[in-house]
């Protein structure tokens, strides 16, 4: 069988951290054995750069400014021209404005895959300018990828394009699988005992706004015997500590900032609950949740109209709250700390939920299945696929 030309588009890659970038790395690295894998972003700086990263070919297309997190490119649009021309399938990474923009005047004949990763949900004046755009790139598109069933019923702008929709869950890192793995099998050897410590509760995520941060603060107030550790940096940290002082919770809270994987895993094995407070639809899954959920760890999340809830299930694998309610989360914490049997109950089958669920090989072999279905030859003597 003839490899499939794949070129992935999104607005940033690895080195870059996020979980888009990551998706975007892991299909490019997944799937570059079975198909012709590439990627196309754009540079955080004016210079543009082709480089390869394990085994995949990235272009990184010079941008002349920064508008907030989105960068404008305009090498970005005849890269794109260039780079698709002989492909098989552009797969594009959405929300990306100037991505859909350089879709569209690119001239692509062949087919292209959208993967939905969330609604734009705060820029609205922007929307007012990319909702035409967007909406024209939804309908050009073969089919649109989206990890849950709460990606379609949450969104504003999906309900027309149903029926493209498949929903393709995302997977837990291999490494990170790896290391809750081994973790798991020898967690009495490697586990310090919790008798002689507060119940440690631990976020990951950046400090922006729809993370939630000040309301897990709130909240933590009334949760007496724990500690909160916060991991990851952002616009917020300040006002956070801030409030974390106001609060005169200095020796309870600690942040830890960004911080390499060895440490991350450490607090993964070290925390008793993880928290993912999100109060708004940006937070379209939390790959996060996962990543915990694979150490054993039951999650404490938010009903958002998104797909988060259905990563961890309700009196299940954690508890979900309303979002942006410092009370129900203050009392979801509590109900953690005064249940210890129950919450590792609940860890148990976060862990089982997580590798049945969410196997990183299981979205791959989706993804690569619905390239290869989309590229079919037809019959057309009566427009089935051969």
Not at 8 to 32: C, R
Not at 88 to 113: E, N
Not at 243 to 259: C, I, K, P, S, T
Not at 362 to 386: F, H, K, T
Request: hydrophobic share 40%; proline share 5%.
């Amino acid at each position: 069988m003839r490899k499939l030309k794949v070129l992935q588009v999104n607005k940033l890659y690895a080195p870059f951290t996020g979980g888009v970038e990551t998706v975007v790395q892991q299909i490019a690295e997944g799937l570059k054995e079975q198909a012709d894998m590439k990627a196309l972003v754009c540079n955080n700086h004016r210079k543009s750069v082709t480089e390869r990263i394990n085994g995949v070919l990235v272009r990184r297309s010079g941008s002349f400014t920064m508008l907030g997190n989105m960068p404008l490119s305009v090498r970005f649009f005849r890269d794109l021209k260039k780079m698709s021309q002989g492909c098989d399938i552009l797969h594009f990474h959405m929300p990306f404005p100037i991505g859909d923009l350089a879709g569209l005047l690119s001239g692509f004949s062949g087919k292209v895959v959208v993967w939905w990763h969330s609604d734009v949900v705060r820029q609205k004046k922007m929307m007012l300018l990319y909702r035409p755009v967007m909406e024209m790139f939804l309908k050009r598109a073969d089919a649109i990828i989206v990890a849950t069933q709460g990606h379609i019923d949450g969104s504003a702008y999906l309900a027309p394009y149903r029926e493209k929709c498949r929903i393709i869950p995302y997977g837990v890192d291999p490494e990170i699988e790896r290391q809750a793995d081994q973790w798991c099998m020898h967690r009495q050897d490697l586990e310090p005992s919790h008798t002689d410590r507060s119940v440690r509760f631990l976020f990951v995520g950046r400090l922006v706004y729809y993370k939630g941060c000040k309301v897990l603060l709130e909240a933590f107030c009334h949760v007496p015997n724990a500690e909160l550790i916060l991991i990851g940096d952002g616009v917020m940290k300040e006002e956070l500590q801030r409030l974390v002082r106001q609060y005169g919770m200095e020796a309870r809270v600690h942040f830890l900032g960004n911080v390499d994987d060895t440490e991350l895993e450490r607090q993964f094995m070290q925390c008793d609950v993880f928290v993912l407070p999100s109060i708004a639809r940006s937070e379209a899954f939390g790959l996060v949740q996962i990543e915990a959920m694979s150490y054993e760890k039951p999650v404490i999340n938010t009903n958002l109209p998104s797909g988060v809830p259905y990563v961890s299930l309700h009196k299940k694998t954690g508890l979900t709250v309303k979002p942006n309610d410092a009370v129900q989360l203050a009392a979801a914490m509590n109900w953690m700390v005064n249940h210890p049997k129950e919450r590792e109950r609940m860890g148990k089958e976060a862990r089982k939920r997580a590798k049945s669920c969410f196997p990183m090989q299981g979205m791959l072999d989706q993804v690569l299945a619905l390239y290869r279905e989309l590229c079919q030859p037809v019959n057309r003597s009566n427009g089935e696929n051969i």
